[in-house]
T-cell receptor
């Protein structure tokens, strides 16, 4: 299996622009997670889906952030409009359903907003 | 509710020395516990997990961890550190849901 695939790996954009991050989970995994990692705040869970349905979006910072999972093999995280404080590494992870199952992380997207 | 506390944001050891990274958890249900490692510019990778079977869990790269319910701990150890072990290590807990609650991480430095 190719593992969790994220694109792009790096994104540099100007403040105010729309940014879309993409994720392809491991085939057969029912749960998908979006995280953000910064030096200041560490690793934060933004949102997670189970069977394509958002279960917990309490970590989404504000209305500028939105996430979708139109099917079992694809998810997007969108930031509109982007701000410099959104600069971070964004990780996607997937797992089978249930607390005993480990999450498999993608390589991350490094976002820089200037 | 669940939480994880990792004692020590930075740990430094000499190559060949014992590695001990501390993790204490709090959980209202029987916990599942995980250790992940993150190398620079990479995603997190599972080292090992505890899922209520054997309390001493062996993972990859010579690491192991022991679940101690009485101490609510799940410390990570390795008998002899290698330079390649330098990375950030995260302890995490889950329970009845898919969510993992991560600790704040411990950065391990290994000196020659």
């Amino acid at each position: 299996d190719a593992g969790v695939i994220q694109s792009p790996r790096h994104e540099v954009t100007e403040m105010g622009q729309e940014v879309t991050l993409r994720c392809k989970p491991i085939s057969g995994h029912n749960s998908l997670f979006w995280y953000r990692q910064t030096m200041m705040r560490g690793l934060e869970l933004l949102i997670y889906f189970n069977n394509n349905v958002p279960i917990d979006d309490s970590g989404m910072p504000e209305d500028r952030f939105s996430a979708k999972m139109p099917n079992a093999s694809f998810s997007t995280l969108k930031i509109q409009p982007s701000e410099p404080r959104d600069s971070a590494v964004y990780f996607c992870a997937s797992s089978s359903t249930g607390g005993a199952y480990e999450q498999y992380f993608g390589p991350g997207t490094r976002l820089t907003v200037t | 509710a669940q939480s994880v506390t990792q004692l020590g944001s930075h740990v430094s050891v000499s190559e060949g020395a014992l590695v001990l990274l501390r993790c204490n958890y709090s959980s209202s249900v029987p916990p599942y516990l995980f250790w992940y490692v993150q190398y620079p510019n990479q995603g997190l990778q599972l080292l090992l997990k505890y899922t209520s079977a054997a309390t001493l869990v062996k993972g990859i790269n010579g690491f192991e961890a022991e679940f101690k319910k009485s101490e609510t701990s799940f410390h990570l150890t390795k008998p002899s550190a290698h330079m390649s072990d330098a990375a950030e290590y995260f302890c995490a807990v889950s329970g009845n849901t898919d969510k993992l609650i991560f600790g704040t991480g411990t950065r391990l430095q290994v000196f020659p």
